[in-house]
């Protein structure tokens, strides 16, 4: 099989506490990396992207070393790749700065330089012709527009998973970024086959009086988009989707609920880049399974996701396995 994945790569200075590592890869990398590797050599991945060409043959130096990852759609732009830092809780006791609601907080803070340009419709259209599916991680939160991803869903009939991550990040000014509600969230949710964001994302998605059960109601109503996989972090991850039930001779619609727990690991090393391996795991499967199975699709995901927190970012993936 042949998978295509939209979003922007980006550079990585993870700090935690008085703490930073050196420079590392990030962004979008993490889930055409681990792609590569659960898909194995039997199945190509095709990264659709703008790369800035300051880091270009940094980085398709490092994704030379996958067969599987082709380079047909990685397209070299002048525009520099953009630098994230990003600024972990190291204790319980540290302040919540990124309050999103009463109950839920964010854990970390970011701060950004300028993110690429949105990659154009007429570029992934090209690019999606031969592809059995379509992985869309917004990692800057404009990888795509709104009208781009309209123009996929109505274009490309395949499958097509979407983490729409960082589409509820606002930038401001001095390069800082914090989670806010989106004006047109519908829309976005509601062009993808599956989609995922963690519990901070559908907090802080919209202003209207719904709880997080309510929202995935929403998205779900209309059975376009099939599932909505919500991740935890430490505390698991969820998947709604709607059930056919049948009840003395009556057929209705269900709105179903999964939960798994974190799984949790002795060798813990990094958080960052889990909910992009999780996409990649949820996406492959759900391929695999041809959407037939979306418990045994979170399932595997959770697993792989854990699996890659054990791993020391982007350049340590090859060990996913």
């Known amino acids: ?3 295509g994945i939209i979003g922007e790569p980006c550079i ?3 700090h935690r506490g008085n703490t930073a590592k050196d420079k590392q890869l990030g962004g979008i990398l993490y889930s055409i990396v681990s792609l590569a590797v659960i898909a194995g050599k039997e199945n190509e991945v095709y990264p659709i992207m703008n790369l800035g060409d300051d880091e270009f043959e940094y980085v398709i130096s490092f994704l030379l070393k996958f067969k599987n990852i082709k380079h047909d759609f990685i397209n070299k732009s002048e525009h520099k790749t953009r630098i994230v830092n990003l600024y972990y809780k190291t204790s319980p006791d540290e302040p919540n700065h990124l309050a999103v ?3 839920k907080t964010y854990d970390r803070e ?3 330089t300028e993110p690429a340009f949105p990659v154009e419709y007429e570029f992934i259209s090209g690019a999606a012709k031969n592809l059995d599916g379509l992985l869309i991680n917004m990692v800057s939160g404009v990888d795509i527009t709104l009208n781009t991803l309209k123009q996929i869903r109505e274009n490309f009939k395949g499958y097509i998973h979407m983490d729409l991550h960082n589409v509820v990040m606002n930038t401001n000014a001095d390069g800082s ?3 806010g509600p989106v004006i047109d ?3 976005w949710c509601s062009q993808c086959d599956t989609l995922q ?3 901070s994302e559908i907090s802080a998605m919209h202003t209207e009086k719904m709880n997080e059960y309510e929202t995935a109601d929403k998205i779900l109503a209309d059975n376009k988009v099939k599932a909505v996989a919500i991740t935890r972090g430490k505390s698991g991850v969820s998947l709604y989707q709607r059930v056919g039930k049948n009840s003395a001779g009556e057929k209705y619609f269900e709105l179903d609920k999964i939960d798994l727990p974190a799984i949790e690991r002795n060798d813990f090393k990094d958080s960052t880049g889990c909910g992009d391996v999780f996409a990649s795991s949820f996406f492959y499967k759900n391929m695999v399974h041809n959407l037939s199975d979306f418990h045994g699709s979170l399932n595997y995901a959770n697993k792989m996701a854990s699996a890659s927190s054990s791993l020391a970012g982007v350049e340590e993936l090859d060990k996913l396995g």
């Open 1 to 3: 099989m042949k998978f």
């Open 12 to 14: 990585d200075y993870i």
């Open 101 to 103: 609601s009463p109950e």
């Open 110 to 112: 970011e701060s950004s």
């Open 177 to 179: 970024r914090l989670q």
């Open 185 to 187: 969230w519908e829309q």
């Open 197 to 199: 964001m963690n519990e």
